[in-house]
């Protein structure tokens, strides 16, 4: 009764799909060793870019730009054809009065549609880690709407049938995580996060958007099971964890100050698109005026499950440095030296 | 609209809820409040029906039985005098307990706990609509002494400037902190089982009150955070108001919580919203006049889209305003514990 983590459900036949993921983990460390750093930095720039877009709009030709970013990043849109996507927007405590806490329907529907281009079977999911109501939680962001409008089934990742999988990365004490059954079936679940400030971590992105397929049902609302696990090190094990990802970051109307849901809005008009999630999370970091090296969550990812360092990061489209306006931050002290020069404070 | 349904109470409203059954035929026409009945009758007979007709309570339709919506269902139809559609449920709910009292979220996961209130109430009511049945008592007994072992964990927080994290209410998991929802079901389960004046109901309602918003409503549990007050929302409002019943509202923030709820509820609200959010105005006496439009809207929204048997229920007991058991703790004069009954 005492236990932090909720209670063991092996279920042998998800387990068998994550252990290929924690394999190649264990093979592409090994290998960094075996090989040293000069072929692990080409093999990181080959496999992890970023694609950045600027002078985005919501009403602009986002499922163009998207398209493009997956082309530029080495997506091969042949191996998703016939597979099922997971798309994962940040829903966590939607209201029309702050458009820029959570993800605009317009890039869910926008990565939608060049999924469904590509022939894959698409569905749109989210557990709300502030909200139990999740009708709500959808109506409030325009998303309901735009679901329909669109055809998008959206799945309810609070309340959905769970599965047991062995947590991979283990920098927290927890055996494993119940993910939700969309989650264990999906060939490839894409990231939609909020560019936006944490008043916690610093910044958050494509990694902690993901906390998100973690079920309320299992661990509350917020998911004060992981909150007491670290927050840094389950977000780390969570990405460990989880089927292949990618994202897309809703860096067109960023939320800087006091977030991840009192922040003030900061029109940037970006949209980030990679391949590996860490590298994505790096440049983001980059941009908005952070060393991501000092983001905890990062320095346990970097590396592992993908690279931060900006000479390892392939850059394509616009370059990080021409887009870069960093962020204010509110003055706490856990926020205090993350920035790669000075620090703005609200 | 008492005063309105008083007026022609001899068409045999002295039940409150036999008014659901009566035909739509014999409301008088002249009566706004009939019309309002038998608008009401014609999507809660909907709603009941599809409740009734559920051999499997979830979150969705087709979803997998889940331990809240079964007990929100089976709440639902011994409310709306639906005694024997109820039975299957309250008896399926004995058979998910553990052996430590606690129900899980479902068959499957015997844990997190937090489910356990809503069996408490479930079998609360089934033990006075069907009889008296010494099976739930014994088993809300048992449910009410694992709650009773479960507090909120605050070991290692340090006191901030948002709430005061040493007062224990109870957590969604065991180990981890107190927040508004599993407390306010908790509490609810110890009022309306007899054990409101238990020094953990007092805490916790001490809990609850300190979790509201300066400006009214409470969210998932946080206030202030680095100098900021969050945003109040709706289901954790209304379900706070609920379990806090007639508490003397010492702070003005009962007041203005319920004020917040007024001020938002409409229509357009999404349904568990809604219903707690009603169901809490009621438990403050301030049900208002619209609620059952509110109500139709909101079940037509849920018929067409999901069907989920945990909404359905939730709409049946709000429907039932001040008159809902959990708002009255009105359930009959039964005993409320097994020793009082010899058991």
């Given at each position: ?220 609302w917020p998911k004060n099971v992981l909150h007491y696990a670290g ?116 | ?291 059952n439009a509110w109500l139709r809207a909101a079940a037509d929204r ?42």
């Open positions: 009764m005492s236990t932090l983590a909720p209670e063991r459900k092996p279920e042998t036949q998800q387990d068998g799909q994550f252990d290929r993921r924690a394999l190649l983990v264990g093979v592409g460390a090994a290998a960094a060793a075996a090989v040293g750093v000069p072929l692990l930095r080409r093999a990181w720039a080959d496999k992890a870019s970023v694609f950045i877009a600027r002078n985005q709009r919501y009403d602009g030709p986002l499922e163009q730009t998207i398209r493009d970013g997956l082309t530029a990043t080495g997506f091969d849109h042949a191996l998703i054809r016939g597979r099922k996507v997971l798309l994962k927007p940040n829903l966590v405590e939607p209201t029309k009065k702050c458009p820029q806490m959570t993800t605009h329907p317009a890039v869910v529907v926008a990565v939608a549609n060049v999924f469904r281009n590509f022939g894959a079977e698409v569905v749109v999911g989210e557990g709300p880690g502030h909200m139990r109501d999740t009708e709500m939680a959808l109506v409030e962001s325009g998303m309901q709407d735009a679901l329909d409008e669109a055809g998008l089934r959206f799945v309810d990742l609070n309340y959905s049938q769970t599965g047991w999988i062995k947590n991979a990365g283990r920098a927290t004490v927890l055996d494993g995580f119940h993910f939700p059954r969309e989650v264990l079936e999906a060939d490839l679940i894409v990231s939609l996060p909020k560019m936006k400030t944490h008043h916690w971590v610093g910044y958050t992105g494509a990694l902690k958007n993901l906390y998100g397929v973690i079920p309320g049902i299992k661990y509350g927050i840094p090190q389950s977000i780390y094990d969570i990405n460990a964890t989880l089927p292949k990802t990618i994202s897309v970051v809703d860096g067109i109307l960023a939320m800087e100050g006091d977030g991840p849901i009192m922040g003030s809005a900061k029109p940037m008009g970006l949209i980030l698109v990679g391949t590996n999630n860490t590298a994505v999370d790096a440049t983001l970091g980059r941009i908005m005026g952070f060393e991501p090296s000092k983001i905890e969550y990062l320095n346990l990812a970097g590396g592992r499950l993908g690279p931060i360092g900006d000479g390892l990061i392939g850059q394509r489209g616009e370059r990080w440095r021409d887009v870069e306006n960093p962020f204010t931050l509110i003055d706490a002290p856990q926020l205090r030296g993350l920035r790669r020069r000075g620090v703005l404070v609200t | 609209m008492r005063g309105q349904w008083a007026a022609c109470r001899w068409y045999l409203f002295d039940d409150p809820h036999e008014r659901l059954l009566v035909p739509a035929r014999l409301a008088s026409p002249a009566c706004t409040a009939c019309d309002d009945r038998t608008d009401r009758m014609s999507y809660l007979e909907v709603v009941l029906d599809r409740l009734a007709a559920s051999d499997v309570c979830g979150y969705q339709a087709g979803a997998p039985a889940a331990t809240e919506p079964t007990a929100v269902a089976a709440l639902a139809l011994l409310a709306h005098g639906r005694i024997e559609r109820a039975r299957r449920l309250t008896e399926r709910l004995l058979e998910m307990q553990r052996k430590d009292g606690s129900l899980g979220i479902d068959r499957v996961h015997a844990l997190p706990g937090w489910p356990t209130a809503w069996a408490i109430l479930a079998w609360r009511a089934a033990q006075s609509s069907q009889g008296f049945d010494p099976a739930y008592v014994l088993a809300y007994e048992r449910g009410r002494d694992w709650l009773l072992g479960v507090a909120g964990d605050s070991g290692d927080i340090v006191q901030w400037e948002g709430h005061d994290v040493h007062l224990r209410g109870w957590p969604w998991v065991v180990g981890t902190h107190s927040w508004v929802e599993p407390t306010s079901l908790a509490l609810l389960a110890l009022r309306l089982t007899g054990r409101g004046d238990s020094p953990r109901a007092r805490e916790a309602t001490a809990m609850l009150e300190n979790r509201l918003l300066p400006d009214g409503g409470c969210n998932y549990g946080n206030t202030i955070v680095f100098g900021q007050a969050l945003r109040p929302h709706l289901q954790p409002t209304g379900l706070a108001l609920l379990a806090l019943g007639n508490q003397a509202d010492t702070t003005d923030r009962i007041g203005r919580s319920a004020e917040y709820l007024q001020r938002e509820l409409n229509d357009r609200t999404t349904t568990a919203s809604l219903s707690y959010g009603l169901l809490g105005l009621a438990a403050r006496g301030a049900y208002p006049d619209k609620a849920t018929l067409a889209r999901d069907a989920s048997s945990y909404k359905l229920g939730l709409i049946a007991l709000a429907a039932l305003g001040p008159d809902c058991p959990l708002v009255s703790g009105n359930w009959d004069a039964a005993p409320t514990s097994a020793v009082e009954v010899g058991v």
